[in-house]
């Protein structure tokens, strides 16, 4: 090597639980790669009910207020944006926000801004519980934006809180969309068929996302022009 370029590897040993399997199933999306975010996004909780309009790709605001826990489980699915992104988001900031009464929102984002939290009246598909929407909505591209969306069809104010932090894991770069079948998740996860915490696994696998260029796919390929043996 010529010139002032500097290169500091990083050796992930077998043992550590590194797991390829793992890490692409759950944050490669094909030939798009991964998708994560390259500074620290800012949240909201909207503090009103949004109404399902026709088929639910748009809603409503009402004058109803969230359920008291919502906010709640929102908050504490937020403090684990650091275990999600290896310890890449760190306090964010986090506020409250109210909409006039009508106003017109969408399931998907319309533009950059903050991950939002808001609870609906319903889904189109009633088994939902919960959704997530990413800005700019495509993977291989930083998140700057996304919505996190609830409901009521598997609430309760006794149920816990995993439903809210596997819709958030979305958002920071876990499957960037149910392409695949959570049955295969390798290993115990927030994204399993039955998630119910973040796992050592999650965070280990997070951690090196969050090293990884934007848009990485699998297999990994050299730097262009260079080959490494």
Same mark, same amino acid.
């Given at each position: 090597?010529? @010139?002032?370029t500097t /290169?500091?590897?990083?050796?992930i040993?077998?043992?550590?639980?590194?797991d390829?399997?793992?890490?692409d199933?759950?944050? +490669?999306? %094909?030939?798009k #790669?991964t998708? +994560?975010?390259?500074?620290?996004?800012?949240?909201? /909780?909207?503090?009103?009910i949004? !109404?399902?309009?026709?088929d639910?790709?748009?809603?409503?605001?009402t004058?109803t $207020?969230?359920?008291?826990?919502f906010?709640?489980r &929102? +908050?504490? &699915?937020?403090?684990?944006?650091?275990?999600? $992104?290896? @310890?890449t988001?760190?306090?964010?900031? /986090? $506020?409250?926000k109210?909409?006039?009464? @009508?106003?017109?929102?969408?399931?998907?984002?319309?533009?950059?801004?903050?991950?939002?939290?808001?609870?609906?009246?319903?889904f189109?598909?009633?088994?939902? @519980?919960? !959704?997530?929407?990413?800005?700019?909505?495509?993977?291989g591209?930083?998140f700057?934006? #996304? !919505?996190a969306?609830?409901?009521?069809?598997?609430e309760?104010?006794?149920?816990?809180?995993?439903?809210y932090i596997?819709e958030?894991a979305?958002l920071?770069?876990?499957?960037?969309?149910?392409? &695949?079948?959570?049955?295969?998740?390798? %290993?115990?996860s927030?994204?399993?068929?039955?998630?119910?915490?973040v $796992?050592?696994?999650d !965070?280990l696998?997070?951690?090196?996302?969050y090293?990884?260029?934007?848009?990485?796919?699998s297999?990994?390929?050299?730097p262009?022009?260079?080959?490494?043996?």
């Amino acid at each position: 090597m010529t @010139g002032s370029t500097t /290169i500091n590897p990083e050796i992930i040993p077998q043992g550590d639980g590194f797991d390829l399997a793992f890490f692409d199933h759950s944050f +490669r999306d %094909g030939s798009k #790669g991964t998708t +994560r975010w390259l500074t620290t996004p800012s949240f909201e /909780i909207w503090t009103q009910i949004v !109404r399902c309009i026709g088929d639910c790709s748009r809603y409503e605001v009402t004058a109803t $207020t969230v359920p008291t826990y919502f906010e709640t489980r &929102a +908050r504490e &699915a937020i403090a684990l944006a650091s275990d999600l $992104t290896g @310890g890449t988001v760190v306090s964010p900031a /986090i $506020t409250t926000k109210t909409h006039a009464v @009508g106003t017109t929102v969408y399931l998907n984002p319309d533009g950059s801004g903050p991950i939002v939290f808001l609870y609906a009246d319903k889904f189109d598909n009633a088994s939902e @519980g919960g !959704r997530a929407s990413g800005f700019p909505g495509g993977t291989g591209i930083p998140f700057t934006g #996304g !919505r996190a969306s609830f409901n009521q069809s598997h609430e309760s104010p006794t149920r816990d809180n995993s439903i809210y932090i596997h819709e958030i894991a979305h958002l920071l770069g876990f499957i960037p969309g149910h392409t &695949a079948n959570l049955n295969l998740v390798p %290993g115990p996860s927030i994204m399993g068929p039955d998630p119910v915490v973040v $796992t050592d696994k999650d !965070r280990l696998h997070a951690k090196i996302l969050y090293k990884r260029p934007v848009g990485n796919v699998s297999p990994d390929t050299d730097p262009s022009g260079t080959t490494i043996n």
